[in-house]
């Protein structure tokens, strides 16, 4: 199944103080907004570092507990997290995959920022610096069975600016945000994902 291995999602905050640590900063991140849209454009990177495929699209968040991904190039796939479940849509398969929240943060991050999980007691938190113009913070997982080695997430002035993730496979995944909006008036139907008619439906 072509659905990419993770997906990341993007939160932001009232204004940062320039005292406020990454690790605080974070936290404010997560405490501070109730919805956000935005363009994205992911890079998946092979085990020598080389871009092995590019995809771009829309991301919506609602807080508490839902999301929208919609991934519009190279495939369209749509990934929907509301009411404790996560639907996943590969177009070019007609073929849709559900998981509970829990059983599925190794393979959708994303979660974590939804406000419905505690990144404290499911992530070691550690500062990594400045690079690249944002200062990053360093999730690894507390369970060695999550799918994957360790998120970085960069912040940027008052907004996050990047993410990264290493799964257990060697893949690299990093993801770029553009066009933020914070707080857009966001349709409930947005995060109702039904199944397209013809679709095979996998639920774990």
């Known amino acids: ?27 404010t991140f997560l405490a501070g907004s109730s919805a956000l849209a935005a363009d994205f454009r992911q890079v998946t990177l ?31 796939q749509e990934i929907v997290s509301n009411g404790g479940k996560v639907w996943f849509y590969d177009a070019d398969l007609e073929q849709v995959t559900v998981k509970q929240l829990d059983d599925s943060l190794g393979s959708t991050p994303a979660l974590l920022l939804t406000g419905q999980i505690d990144i404290e007691e499911k992530f070691k938190l ?28 960069g912040l940027e002035r ?13 893949q690299l995944t990093r993801i770029y945000f553009s066009n933020i ?8 139907a947005l995060f109702n994902f039904k199944a397209p008619k013809g679709a095979d439906v996998f639920e774990n």
């Open 1 to 27: 199944m072509k659905i990419l291995s993770f997906v990341f999602c993007l939160i932001c905050a009232t204004p940062l103080h320039a005292e406020e640590t990454p690790i605080a900063r974070l936290k």
């Open 46 to 76: 092979d085990k020598s570092g080389k871009p092995a495929q590019t995809s771009s699209g829309k991301f919506y968040l609602s807080r508490p507990g839902k999301f929208r991904w919609n991934y519009q190039k190279p495939f369209v």
């Open 126 to 153: 550690q500062e990594q610096g400045e690079d690249e113009g944002m200062n990053w913070v360093k999730l690894s997982p507390k369970n060695e069975e999550s799918g994957f080695k360790y998120i970085l997430i």
């Open 158 to 170: 008052d907004q996050l600016g990047g993410m990264e993730l290493s799964d257990n496979f060697g």
């Open 181 to 188: 909006q914070i707080n857009p008036k966001l349709e409930e």
